[in-house]
């Protein structure tokens, strides 16, 4: 059977789940599968609805691929967080108080630690930059000349010597 074509029992499932369903991204997606088996074009759903025409057949080839229960199972956005304010600032003291005694503190260090706290490895470092963001924290990194130090010209001009 193909993908995009909802049978009359999927199309009770996506009736019922609809019936009690709270989520408005989940309320959306649910309204594809229903407009979909009513006979509407991909691109009447589409404009109906907020989603790109060729998003249609994905979302419907989605349903049938994982049925009512998978289908609805996903959350979409909401509180996305790993720890509560208070548990982020106690995270980051450790690494305040470390650099407050001159420690030089990589993010390296602050992803590994992180991960060891939430018990979840990240592919990227990008939640534990937004987390530095989020409370001030910047990027510091050593100077690669002495601010004070004379330009090129001037050393140039100090080593000559006249006889």
């Known amino acids: 059977m193909k993908k995009y074509i909802i049978t009359n029992a999927e199309y009770e499932a996506a009736i019922k789940a609809a019936k009690i369903n709270q989520n408005k991204h989940r309320e959306k997606r649910l309204q594809v599968v229903i407009m979909r088996y009513e006979g509407k074009k991909d691109s009447e759903i589409a404009e109906k609805l907020g989603y790109h025409r060729k998003r249609i057949s994905q979302l419907c080839a989605e349903f049938r691929q994982g049925g009512i229960e998978e289908y609805t199972k996903r959350?979409?956005?909401?509180?996305?967080?790993?720890?509560?304010?208070?548990?982020?600032?106690?995270?980051?003291?450790?690494f305040e108080e470390a650099a407050k005694e001159g420690q030089i503190i990589t993010i390296d260090e602050i992803t590994a630690a992180y991960d060891e706290a939430i018990g979840k490895v990240h592919e990227s470092k990008s939640t534990v930059y937004y987390l530095l963001h989020k409370y001030g924290w910047r990027l510091i990194t050593p100077q690669t000349a002495h601010p004070g130090k004379a330009s090129d010209e001037e050393i140039k001009s100090s080593k000559k010597t006249k006889f």
């Open 75 to 94: 959350n979409y956005g909401g509180n996305n967080r790993n720890m509560t304010e208070e548990e982020e600032k106690a995270f980051l003291s450790v």
